[in-house]
């Protein structure tokens, strides 16, 4: 299958700082990219779409200036999460799929933590 | 509205079968998706069904029933490796993914 490739893994900030995650795609283009937010023990929850070159669509209740979302290429976006603060330490996960693709590939994940 | 329901919880034993249900109500229907989840992990892709039937890949089979709204996810010889939450997923007719809450599965020896 295809590879996603998501950095960092892990990051600690300080609460107020910013944190930027990176998701690619290894070897196809991704048309469109997915970002989750993960709590413990709870489902993925969609917080964003984006298309390459387009902005992102935000889902209900997911604040726009706080996770910026930029899908500048067909193999990179980024999510940079602002202002974090210590009720955003969550796992985030971004998913791509190319044109016409059915199955969307998921990243490693990020685990985010605010101290 | 749009829901995806799924046992919270099941175990079952080494070496024996075990069925995860799941089922859905969505706006338009363009396939289900089965993905594994181990703890901490992102997950990672299952299964595929659009038509109805039973899909079969190695120890692991999916079956859909569009008509009733039903899939199941079907493992067999359970190893502990096996041992993760099961994620059902439905695409609507936006293609975009409804994700279930994830059924976590115990393995006992």
């Known amino acids: 299958g295809a590879v996603v490739s998501q950095h960092p893994s892990w990051v600690i900030c300080k609460s107020g700082t910013s944190v930027k995650i990176e998701c690619r795609s290894l070897d196809f283009q991704a048309t469109t990219m997915f970002w989750y937010r993960q709590f413990p023990k709870q489902s993925l929850m969609l917080m964003a779409t984006?298309?390459?070159?387009?902005?992102?669509?935000?889902e209900q209740g997911v604040e726009k200036d706080k996770f910026l979302i930029n899908h500048a290429s067909l193999t990179l976006s980024t999510l940079t999460v602002t202002s974090a603060h210590p009720e955003d330490s969550s796992f985030y996960i971004c998913?791509?799929?190319?044109?016409?693709?059915?199955?969307?590939?998921f990243g490693q994940g990020t685990r985010l933590t605010v101290v | 509205g749009q829901n995806i329901d799924q046992p919270t919880e099941m175990t079952a034993t080494e070496g024996a079968i075990v069925q995860i249900n799941c089922t859905y109500q969505?706006?338009?229907?363009?396939?289900l998706f089965w993905y594994q989840q181990h703890a901490g992990e992102a997950p990672t892709f299952l299964s595929y069904?659009?038509l109805d039937g039973l899909e079969e890949k190695g120890r692991f089979s999916s079956f859909l029933s569009r008509s009733k709204g039903y899939s199941y996810l079907l493992l067999k010889e359970l190893q502990m490796k096996d041992s993760a939450s099961y994620l059902c997923?439905?695409?609507?007719?936006?293609?975009?993914?409804?994700w279930g809450a994830g059924t976590k599965l115990i393995i006992k020896p």
């Open positions: 984006s298309n390459e070159g387009s902005k992102a669509t935000y």
């Open positions: 998913s791509a799929k190319g044109t016409g693709d059915t199955e969307a590939f």
């Open positions: 997923a439905c695409m609507d007719s936006n293609y975009q993914l409804i």
């Open positions: 069904n659009v």
């Open positions: 969505t706006s338009g229907f363009n396939g």
